[in-house]
Nanobody
Framework: QTQLEESGGGLVQAGESLELSCKAS????????AAWFRQSPEKEREFLAR????????IYADSVKGRFTASGDNAESTVYLQMNGLTSEDTAIYLC???????????WGQGTQVTVSS
């Protein structure tokens, strides 16, 4: 099973930017995409973006389109999430996930905490 490790979280001020990374290891041949989600105590887990490993195609949730940029490096098995104009509403644990062609998530990372102070 693919193992995912997120990094790059931390404490930032409102309006600042942050870039998260997710390194995938022990990838299976069926791995098709990596995705970013976030989870906060007050809200359900929220999909943010998905990066297809082979094509590099990116799909965004409407809530972050234009403010977050996801990208991937297939050779390095790493995906990134550049987040700009952060607000306190972005405070959450950010999780990386991966899955196969069906679109179903097969693996989750442990997450990295992002805290935005206003």
């Amino acid at each position: 099973q693919t193992q995912l490790e997120e990094s790059g979280g931390g404490l930032v001020q409102a309006g600042e930017s942050l870039e998260l990374s997710c390194k995938a290891s022990r990838r299976s041949f069926s791995d098709y995409f990596a995705a970013w989600f976030r989870q906060s105590p007050e809200k359900e887990r929220e999909f943010l973006a998905r990066v297809d490993w082979t094509t590099g195609r990116v799909i965004y949730a409407d809530s972050v389109k234009g403010r977050f940029t996801a990208s991937g490096d297939n050779a390095e098995s790493t995906v990134y999430l550049q987040m700009n104009g952060l607000t306190s509403e972005d405070t959450a644990i950010y999780l990386c996930a991966s899955g196969g062609p069906s679109g179903r998530v097969d693996s989750w990372g442990q997450g990295t905490q992002v805290t935005v102070s206003s």
